[in-house]
């Protein structure tokens, strides 16, 4: 070998370690069967080319790669697609191209008008998606089995709280039949699907069945109580949203536990019972919201320095007593509802420390004055 042949193996070398020469070779070289499937995918959806901003711009001429919506590994192959607001009407029909990209990690369909139509059991072929976001796409009818077997799945959105279509329901399968191969799930959002389970049906499938699960979102589900102690066994949970429910139960203090807790939001989901001080002091709760629950019994405690809340949201509950001094230890509070509750007495003048603040409302209670 020469010593030109040498140097130029070595500069190879010397190159492809810093990332140069990999990229220039193969960054932004769409396969052509991923271009290709791409193309027959958009012919064969219906949408408002004046309201579209990625597919009406795809062309044969341009490397896919390079395509809005579109991200691709360092092979050239689609592993990402966001088509969220592309107005998308009529359905995806089961032969679809789209089905066909097998190497999808990724795939959002949000805030599109599917015209209620029902979710394609065609996304059972896209074993590789770890992203799933069907949120308020126009979707209806039963959730197909075929999204159970989407195993890599980290992220699940098939909420539906805007009604572009009609609700999305789970009877066959149940809840537990969608996510018995979710092993891996870390959020879970299926907001206004009709679920219609008691609280110890519900519980026990997310806590036997996504045990990593950190958001759990499940907002006018048709679910009922109590909530179960089944529960506490997703000790990851971060996120917890179970409003307009009809949960007829106390609000657990097991809930003060999951050491991650950032928001809960249990309003409007005829709470009763009183609710636990313990909640209201765990240092990593950034919102609270038990609002419209008028049987929800409860007090302010002291709260500590080192609180998180950014959000308080307790109108048109029962929760009563005195605002403690304390209140102005809630430094990052930026909204506090207390109207239609029944405090008494003084309100603390350590509110005035609540820089924060760009909402109050402590109208309709029973205070008198400013405590001095």
């Not at 239609?340 to 760009?358: E, K, M, R, Y």
Request: overall charge negative.
């Amino acid at each position: 070998m020469t010593v030109l042949q040498l140097s130029w193996l070595f500069l190879v070398r010397l190159l492809t370690n810093f990332g140069g020469i990999n990229r220039v070779l193969v960054s932004g070289q769409c396969q052509s069967d991923q271009q290709s499937l791409l193309l027959q995918m958009k012919s064969s959806l219906v949408f408002n080319s004046s309201l579209s901003f990625r597919m009406v711009q795809w062309s044969q001429s341009n490397d896919c790669c390079t395509w809005s919506g579109v991200d691709c590994d360092e092979a050239g192959r689609v592993i990402g697609l966001d088509l969220s607001e592309e107005s998308i009407s009529a359905g995806i029909d089961n032969s679809s191209s789209l089905f066909s990209l097998k190497y999808l990690q990724s795939l959002n369909l949000a805030f599109n008008m599917f015209n209620a139509t029902e979710i394609p059991s065609g996304l059972g072929n896209l074993t590789n998606l770890t992203t799933l976001n069907l949120s308020n796409a126009g979707f209806a009818g039963q959730i197909p089995i075929q999204v159970s077997g989407m195993t890599r799945l980290v992220t699940l959105d098939l909420s539906s709280l805007y009604r572009f279509g009609g609700p999305l329901k789970l009877e066959n399968p149940n809840l537990s039949g969608l996510l018995q191969n979710l092993a891996e799930l870390r959020e879970l959002y299926l907001d206004g699907a009709n679920i219609s389970a008691p609280g110890i049906e519900w519980c026990q499938a997310l806590s036997s069945l996504v045990p990593k699960l950190r958001v759990l979102s499940l907002s006018s589900c048709y679910l009922s109580g109590p909530i179960h102690p089944s529960l506490a066994n997703l000790q990851s949970l971060s996120v917890i949203r179970l409003d307009q429910n009809d949960l007829l139960s106390p609000v657990p203090e097991f809930l003060a536990a999951f050491f991650n807790l950032t928001s809960l939001r249990l309003s409007s989901s005829r709470l009763n019972g009183t609710f636990p001080e313990k909640i209201l002091r765990v240092h990593t709760l950034e919102t609270l919201d038990v609002s419209d629950n008028s049987l929800l019994q409860g007090s302010l405690p002291d709260f500590p320095r080192n609180s998180s809340l950014r959000t308080l949201m307790l109108s048109s509950t029962n929760f009563s007593g005195v605002l403690p001094d304390s209140i102005g230890n809630l430094k990052n509070l930026s909204r506090l509802d207390l109207a239609l509750c029944n405090f008494s007495g003084s309100i603390p003048t350590s509110l005035a420390d609540l820089t924060q603040l760009v909402y109050l409302d402590l109208s309709f209670n029973k205070f008198v004055g400013v405590r001095k």
